[in-house]
């Protein structure tokens, strides 16, 4: 008889407890794999073993995009990786070959790592759920439980679980250090930007202090220097393989601001702010509607954001550009993080992370004291009635309490 088999998540919860990238939270999936009968109504199923584990599935496709070149290039990379451990759920006795069950309800808790076992696959922050366009690169997450039965052979049941990171949210505060580089053209003038922040979300401000300086030392030669113009860009770059011998970068640039000048290099220096704001993308389809998205995939507001996987690692870089005259053009290129979240939301989920670290310290990852597992098995008195089921006469009857 085949095994009838669901995964369900706490009551009017989510499977996920915690916030992943966050080790006060102690981030971990919770539920119970649900064993039934699948075909008649009171034939008792036979289970030898019982295990579950979080998968995490990579792929990417570089050339995906392209309808010339994705047939040309190599076939799409896959990998997958068990985070933190497999978890026994149900063996039978020693010297039996399986049990004879009519139900099972096994609780489970899969601690997702934080970071604390060094830099070992299994240890490592998982990335984040992620689909880009065209698929060219993506990762997601599946409960997996396997299932053996007697003499058959193993089947394998899969659930989606989307998860995301917390570690980049806006409010913290190491992103919200002011950073500041410099550049020198021709030894004549240096260029000096300043970001009073680094870690964006959708619609957020961009904005970056920008000073274009003559050198002391050759003043007489800086003078003639003219500023044309300031351009600041944001990209995201796009690393396929960055842990193998060929990686491959794709740079898209997301959004350009430009602010015209035309003037002489002021002793004192010259001084602008220039901004933009970052792009969102529209969830809604033609008709204004937000579609039901993908189960494995959690929905965002953004095309991408900053993380890095085992084959692919994307990055975000601001560049400032000053174009100038009689001295050759000066750019910077710094670095940025982008979060799913604006900034209002990263506010909002600060109280809740908040409380989830204060529940987080009752629990123990060595022993979590998980419910006790509901086994019916078929010789256990009143089995039949977790169906529904009486003898009466003999013959199995509807149970009527």
């Known amino acids: 008889m085949t095994a009838f088999v669901r995964v369900s998540g706490p009551p009017n919860s989510n499977f996920l407890v915690g916030y992943p990238g966050i080790s006060a939270t102690l981030p971990r999936i919770e539920g119970k794999v649900e064993v039934r009968p699948a075909e008649g109504i009171s034939a008792p199923v036979s289970i030898s073993l019982i295990t579950i584990a979080l998968v995490r599935r990579e792929t990417i496709h570089p050339f995906a995009g392209s309808m010339t070149k994705k047939h040309l290039a190599a076939p799409r990379k896959e990998i997958s990786d068990v985070v933190g ?3 026994l759920l149900f063996r039978c006795a020693p010297g039996k070959e399986y049990e004879n069950v009519f139900s099972m309800d096994l609780p489970f808790v899969i601690f997702i790592p934080f970071g604390r076992g060094g830099e070992e696959t299994a240890r490592r922050i998982p990335p984040a759920s992620i689909q880009l366009p065209s698929r060219i690169a993506e990762t997601y997450y599946e409960l997996v439980v396997t299932v053996q039965q007697s003499h058959q052979e193993q089947r394998k049941y899969y659930k989606p679980i989307p998860i995301s990171r917390y570690d980049t949210l806006s409010t913290f505060g190491m992103y919200n250090k002011p950073e500041s580089r410099e550049c020198v053209s021709d030894h004549l003038v240096t260029l000096g930007i300043s970001l009073p922040r680094w870690s964006y979300g959708p619609l957020d401000p961009v904005s970056v202090y920008i ?16 500023i044309q113009r300031i351009t600041i860009t944001l990209e995201e770059e796009i690393t396929f393989n960055h842990e193998g011998d060929e990686p491959t970068k794709k740079v898209n640039k997301l959004a ?8 002489k290099v002021p002793e004192a220096g010259f001084f602008t702010n220039l901004g933009l704001v970052f792009p969102a993308k529209d969830r809604r389809n033609s008709d204004g509607v937000i579609p039901r998205g993908k189960p494995a995939f959690p929905q965002y507001s953004v095309s991408s954001f900053t993380s890095t996987g085992s084959l692919y690692k994307i990055d975000f870089f601001l560049t400032v550009k000053a174009h100038l005259a009689s001295a050759r053009d000066i750019s910077i290129r710094m670095p940025i993080v982008v979060c799913p979240l604006d900034h209002a939301g990263c506010k909002e989920e600060m109280s809740a992370i908040e409380q989830a670290a204060k529940d ?3 629990v123990n990852q060595d022993n979590p004291m998980l419910p006790a597992p509901t ?5 256990d008195p009143g089995a039949l009635h977790v169906l529904g089921l009486t003898i009466v ?9």
């Open 85 to 87: 451990k497999e978890m």
């Open 211 to 226: 000073k274009i300086s003559p050198n002391p030392d050759y003043l007489s030669k800086a003078r003639r220097v003219s």
């Open 256 to 263: 350009k601001q430009t602010q015209n000048h035309g003037i």
């Open 360 to 362: 987080a310290a009752h």
């Open 375 to 379: 086994i019916i098995r078929e010789r």
């Open 393 to 401: 006469g003999g013959q199995r009857k509807p149970l009527i309490e």
